[in-house]
């Protein structure tokens, strides 16, 4: 599987913007940029995912490097609620099976 | 709701039990994925089934078996519990191979005493 590398943990303010970085190197021209959140005690949701322009949702916005070997996950405005940990995933086609792997992610603090 | 359901919610057990975890994909979903996440290792990915067929292994035990049927729900078999089995346990389906993400459950509870 192709690897990511996300910083262990990020703190921000309320009401600031907050850009939560990702490594992914060895990515593949088939492999699709996700990203997840994970609030305690809850199942992963989907935050939003890309190939190679960027991209926006009502809920943040996906910054991709022209090389495609980084990404930026863009909150516009951080509330208490985005206090979550964030997983930066490649899509790893292994034949037609897109598998998500999950690494340890980036624990994002949002200070009120 | 994110339209994936899993039951029970909670389930408290002793080693050496068996159980079974359920869950029902999001209306149209084909693909259903199960994923432990424990304390000390994150999300691991378990098995994939679509449309009935198994697709894709990851970590899983040989204790640990699945299925989907053909109203496409699933249920992932846990036996000979231990201790060590105790996480949560996660359901996720997509509409096709997941190319386009998945959408996870609320998850099941497992503690084994």
């Known amino acids: 599987d192709a690897k990511t590398t996300q910083p262990n943990s990020m703190e921000s303010n309320e009401e600031e913007p907050v850009h939560l970085p990702c490594n992914h190197s060895?990515?593949?021209?088939?492999?699709?940029i996700h990203w997840y959140r994970q609030l305690p005690s809850q199942g992963p949701e989907y935050v939003i995912h890309?190939?190679?322009s960027n991209v926006n949702n009502r809920m943040a916005s996906l910054a991709i490097a022209e090389d495609r070997k980084s990404s930026t996950l863009i909150l516009h405005r951080a509330t208490l609620r985005d206090a979550a940990v964030y997983y930066c995933?490649?899509?790893?086609?292994?034949?037609?099976?897109?598998?998500?792997?999950f690494g340890k992610g980036t624990l994002l603090t949002v200070n009120p | 709701d994110s339209g994936v359901t899993q039951t029970p919610k909670h389930l408290i057990t002793a080693t050496g039990q068996r159980v079974t975890l359920r869950c029902s994909p999001r209306?149209?979903?084909?693909?259903v994925y199960w994923y432990q996440q424990s304390l000390d290792q994150g999300l691991q990915f378990l098995i994939q089934?679509?449309?009935?067929?198994?697709?894709a292994k990851g970590n899983i035990l040989e204790r640990f078996s699945a299925q989907q049927f053909p109203d496409l729900h699933s249920e992932l078999n846990l036996s000979s519990l231990e201790l060590g089995d105790s996480a949560l346990y996660f359901c996720a389906s997509s509409a096709g191979q997941g190319r386009f993400g998945y959408t996870f459950g609320s998850g099941t509870r497992l503690t084994v005493v």
């Open positions: 060895t990515i593949s021209g088939t492999d699709y």
């Open positions: 995933i490649l899509s790893w086609s292994g034949g037609s099976n897109y598998k998500l792997t």
């Open positions: 890309g190939l190679t």
């Open positions: 089934y679509y449309n009935g067929e198994e697709r």
């Open positions: 209306s149209g979903d084909l693909s």
